[in-house]
């Protein structure tokens, strides 16, 4: 154990020489955490420690740490593996080869993409932990809170990427000047290229599809700009329907999505069933025209994020075989029906506003 | 080399036959004559110049005036009941009789008129009356009669009932088992008034001559059971049985096991239930270590307050033992294991808060464990050999230096000490295997620090194929596990309530299976139906 450096973050980016890359390793400094109860110890100097090497390939990188390294880096416990938005740009199917490969990686640690350089977002101050990689594994962990940001897996990185239809998706990281590290968008990839970025919403658009937005606020909209109205998600489904009529590829999804009135800035008096019902119809809105403008963004990079290939290949087994190879075609013009069944349950400890009329 | 083993052979032949001499002598024992003066001269030869030994001649108060003489040894007998039950009637009572004849046509006649206690018998031979004197009884030689009377005077200092040392108990009786094989006998016979309860008793030791018991209660005892102890004790041939764990070491099954396949224990109440069940006990004079054969090795887990209780508890902390037992064995090998070859199967912060407490740790991990390990045997094996008062100081000084002098100096890491610390408790929670353990927890921490997990999990099934292969009596080791004995699970992993513990263990006994009645749960009447 004292022979090892727990490498926490993996950071990938291009090295100045061209054709090379050049690997960031964020590993604990076991020696500076002082044991608890020994007293003392601590200060502003958090137990981490930024190795950088580069090399041909990442392999090579790795083995160069052991020339100043008296540790071996550990990868089991590494959190994060994150590539420089260059490398990305220009793919990054070179540089995960080895994480696909090597029995020290797990498979469950997050794959994300970074706002410029990954060494950067490693040189970040994350709040309340040490390391970088667990800071944000922690808030990808929690992603549901807000379900605008979205947990991508290395595992679930290359099934994407094996995928002959679905696009990879990557979490954004990005780190401002006071250092703050912080999770934004998320970067849509062709095949193994970064061509473009989703925002926050966007981002949620995607996750309604994937059935994986269990929670979250969404924010009303009124006529009255200044009201406002929260609701709390707290489940969702989603059904994706294939179709195939006319010669024409069609889906629709239809999006079951059940919800707490969290919080509202207006006087208005919500106890009755037919406002109520218009909360539920404001709700679906809002997850409709989410889901839509994600599908926009998709058709416009040409990227089938949300894996509606896959689910014609299901449906349609034997007309796939002919669609597969041209599926680039067909995307963009791929017709989309969003049906929102939203269900507003309950209105939490309080039932009127509180509000003066 | 070849001559050498030849000689060795030989001298082996030698000793067999020298014990099987010595066997024939034992057969050839003298009679006892009918002249007083020569058998007395015959037992000082036998019996020496010892100052405890008391011969006491006299006269019958009969007219005849026939000599007569006692022989017995002080500080075994009772002094009370020799000179008021025995002397002092056949000196002076015997007066008053109006017998013109001699008194006794035969010595007999004298427990019949004068002898006043209850346990006589006649011998005929020298040796057994030297061997009856030798445990305290009195022998009663009278001239013109050949034998003599052995009559029933011993009584000797011995320790009280007291609360067993070793199985101490919350709720349930608090007496234990004495050193006096009578007074045990007593305890059994107390807790199970049943015709049907044996004791058997044999002398073993050539020197020592110990008196053993076997006790069993007829009907109920595993068939051939009994026969086998007896075969197998009557193999011991040697001179000095002290303790039953003399006679444990003899007679076990599996005598290179780590593992006991004979139970012993201190407890009247245990043995009671162990009997109840189809076993049998083996009760050794001169300790109140009982042995019950045959032995389970779930039994290991039971104790009797699990049944005084009710069983809810009583199952969590059976549990809780077999848990304890398996983190007394395991627990130094995982930490190994862990910290020098699996550092990824800690979670990450585990992993960082470890690595970082074995840092400037001068050893590596199995050497730093092996060495507190080490450290802890010697301290317990100190504080139990002291006295009291000089054991708590060892243990303030071991708890000092090992506990906190080793931590600070960096000698050792501090999650080492609490995995020694979890080791040594668990392993008193289960103490009939504590010896097992200790044992099995040295050759898995071995494999651990050479191979890892695969070497604690090779280990494991190592010792789960030795414990399949063990039987105790007959008996699978690991019954009712392997071989499954449904029936029998109401009594292992989880106490069931005693209403449903209908039968009897069938992997030790068929006889007379049903030990209770169906239905016998307890269901007061609805207040609503009464009347």
């Known amino acids: ?106 498979r469950n640690i997050y794959v994300l993409v970074a706002k410029g350089e990954a060494s950067k977002i490693l040189e970040g101050q994350p709040p309340l932990e040490y390391t970088v990689g667990v800071s944000i594994n922690r808030v990808l962990d929690k992603y549901s809170t807000t379900s605008q940001i979205i947990p991508i897996t290395l595992h679930d990185f290359l099934g994407r990427l094996l995928s002959k239809t679905t696009a990879p998706v990557a979490p954004i990281v990005l780190v401002n000047k006071e250092k703050n590290i912080t999770l934004a968008g998320t970067a ?67 999006i079951r999505e059940e919800g707490n009135l969290g919080e509202q800035n207006t006087p208005e008096d919500f106890s009755n069933e037919k406002s109520w019902d218009s909360l539920n119809k404001l709700t679906a809105g809002v997850i409709r025209s989410e889901v839509l ?31 597969e190879d041209d599926w680039d075609n067909y995307f963009p013009f791929l017709e989309l029906t969003v049906k929102v069944e939203s269900t507003i349950r309950e209105s939490g400890l309080a039932i009127k506003s509180a509000m003066p009329k | 080399m070849f001559s050498f083993l030849a000689k060795k052979l030989k001298f082996l032949q030698l000793l067999k036959k020298n014990l099987s001499q010595d066997q024939e002598e034992q057969n050839k024992s003298p009679q006892l ?44 007998i009772d002094k009370a009941s020799v000179h008021d039950f025995i002397i002092k009637p056949l000196m002076l009572e015997s007066r008053s009789l109006n017998d013109n004849d001699s008194l006794a046509d035969s010595i007999e006649e004298l427990t019949e008129t004068l002898v ?73 016979r107390r807790k199970i008034r049943d015709p049907d309860l044996t004791f058997e008793t044999m002398t073993i030791g050539k020197r020592s001559k110990t008196d053993v018991t076997i006790v069993y209660l007829k009907g109920v005892v595993r068939p051939g059971l009994v026969e086998e102890i007896k075969k197998r004790l009557k193999k011991i041939n040697t001179d000095l049985i002290l303790e039953s764990g003399y006679i444990e070491q003899f007679i076990e099954d599996a005598p290179f096991s780590p593992f006991s396949t004979i139970g012993n224990t201190e407890r ?29 090795f779930i039994e290991s887990f039971q104790t009797m307050e699990d049944y005084y209780s009710r069983p809810y508890y009583a199952s969590v902390v059976r549990l809780l033992r077999m848990l304890s037992f398996f983190i007394s064995i395991m627990a130094p090998a995982t930490y190994v294991a862990l910290t020098t070859f699996h550092q990824e199967l800690l979670p990450t912060p585990l992993a960082l808060s470890m690595a970082s407490a074995r840092e400037g740790v001068p050893f590596p991990a199995f050497l730093e464990a092996f060495l507190l390990g080490l450290a802890f045997e010697i301290l317990r094996e100190a504080g139990i050999r002291l006295p009291q008062a000089v054991g708590t100081a060892i243990s303030i000084v071991g708890a000092l230096v090992i506990g906190e002098a080793a931590v600070s100096a960096g000698l050792v890491s501090a999650p080492l000490i609490i995995v020694v610390a979890i080791t040594a408790i668990s392993s008193f929670a289960v103490i009939p295997q504590s010896d097992a353990s200790a044992f099995i927890r040295f050759i898995l ?65 068929k006889k007379d299976p049903q030990r209770e009645k169906w239905g016998l749960m307890p269901r007061p009447q609805d207040d609503n139906n009464k009347g």
Request: include cysteine; charged fraction near 25%; glycine fraction near 8%.
């Open chain 1, 1 to 106: 154990m004292e022979t090892l450096a727990f490498v926490t973050t993996i950071g990938i980016d291009k090295a100045e020489e061209p054709g090379k890359v050049e690997l960031t390793l964020q590993t604990v400094d076991t020696t500076k955490i002082s044991p608890p109860g020994s007293g003392g110890g601590g200060g502003d100097d958090k137990p981490v420690l930024n190795l950088k090497k580069t090399g041909n390939t990442v392999f090579e990188a790795i083995r160069k740490f052991n020339y100043e390294s008296s540790r071996r880096p550990f990868f089991p416990h590494s959190q994060a593996l994150i590539y420089g938005e260059e490398i990305a740009r220009e793919g990054v199917g070179k540089y995960i080869d080895f994480f696909e490969r090597d029995p020290e990686i797990r």
């Open chain 1, 188 to 254: 849509v990839f062709k095949e193994d290229k970064m061509i473009g970025e989703l925002t926050p919403r966007e981002t949620r658009g995607l996750l309604w599809v994937l059935n994986k937005a269990k929670g979250g606020i969404i924010t009303l909209e009124l006529p009255n700009p200044n009201e406002k109205i929260s609701i709390e998600v707290i489940n969702s489904q989603c059904k994706i329907i294939p179709e195939i009529k006319d010669n024409k590829l069609k889906i629709t999804v239809e």
């Open chain 1, 293 to 323: 403008a994600a599908f926009k963004k998709a058709q416009e990079f040409n990227a089938d994020i949300f894996g509606f290939g896959e689910a014609f290949h299901r449906k349609y087994p034997a007309v796939w075989r002919e669609i």
């Open chain 2, 33 to 76: 004559t009918a002249n007083l003066k020569t058998n007395l001269q015959m037992i000082k030869n036998i019996l020496g110049n010892s100052d405890d030994i008391i011969i006491r001649p006299f006269v019958l108060g009969t007219k005849d005036q026939q000599e007569a003489a006692l022989i017995m040894i002080d500080g075994l």
């Open chain 2, 116 to 188: 006043c206690i209850a346990e006589v018998k006649k011998v005929k031979t020298l040796d057994e009356l030297v061997n009856d004197c030798l445990k305290g009884d009195t022998a009663l030689l009278v001239n013109g009669h050949p034998g003599a009377l052995i009559i029933n005077t011993r009584g000797w200092k011995s320790r009280g009932i007291e609360q067993p040392q070793t199985e101490v108990s919350v709720r349930g009786p608090r007496e234990g088992f004495t050193e006096t094989l009578r007074v045990n006998t007593a305890l059994i």
């Open chain 2, 268 to 296: 009247p109440d245990t043995v009671a239930a162990k009997i109840m069940e189809g076993r049998a006990a083996i009760l050794v004079d001169g300790t109140p270590m009982v042995l019950t054969v045959p032995l389970l």
């Open chain 2, 445 to 509: 921490f071995l494999l651990a620090s050479t191979l890892g997990i695969f070497g604690i999990s090779v280990g494991l099934l190592g010792i789960l194929i030795h414990l399949a292969t063990l039987k105790s009596f007959g008996v699978p080791y690991l019954a009712p596990f392997a071989p499954l004995k449904p029936a029998d699970l109401k009594d292992t992993l989880i106490r069931f309530p005693l209403w449903l513990m209908i039968t009897r263990p069938s992997s030790i006994t």
